[in-house]
């Protein structure tokens, strides 16, 4: 669990560095989600009163750009790249996989915090498309098929009884 002085701590940091005005929303948006992996919702209404905008506004900006998530991410981050090649070359029928598999949609995720799934754009590794990205490293030429050999080396080993 996220704990809230810690969290307002670390938003007031970020927000010492931005004047409070309208056209630096999105700017401080992505600077929430870099450093807390998501942006909740009282940082959201934080953000609000500092940019002088209602909380409905600013849920609205967030909520219109997908590249926001509202839940934290999980200990494996998954990102599905659907940047032109990648979608070309059958990303979809990865993210599909993928959340087939973790039983849940895309911007989820699972009920352990195990995985998280997102969509992003291109991360420019596109000759080796369709690619995803797990925390930090690039899993090239995905398939449907290597969907469920990536995330079984990821899943922990249950422990034998
Ligand atoms: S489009 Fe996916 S890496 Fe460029």
Request: aromatic share 6%; hydrophobic share 45%.
């Amino acid at each position: 669990m996220r704990d809230s002085a810690k969290l307002k701590e670390q938003l007031q940091e970020i927000l010492a560095r931005y004047r409070g005005e309208r056209v630096e929303l999105i700017l401080i948006l992505e600077e929430v989600q870099e450093r807390l992996g998501f942006l909740p919702k009282e940082a959201l209404l934080e953000i609000a009163d500092f940019v002088h905008m209602s909380a409905a506004s600013v849920f609205g900006v967030a909520t219109f750009y997908n590249r926001f998530r509202f839940t934290p991410i999980g200990r494996h981050a998954i990102r599905v790249c659907m940047g032109t090649a990648c979608h070309v070359a059958g990303g979809a029928l990865v993210m599909e996989a993928l959340e087939r598999e973790l039983e849940i949609k895309v911007g989820d995720v699972t009920p352990d915090e195990e995985f998280s799934l997102d969509r992003i754009a291109c991360v420019g590794c596109c000759v080796l498309a369709p690619v995803i990205v797990i925390n930090r490293e690039v899993s090239p030429r995905m398939t449907p098929f290597k969907v469920e050999e990536v995330l079984a080396g990821l899943k922990e080993p249950k422990e034998k009884v």
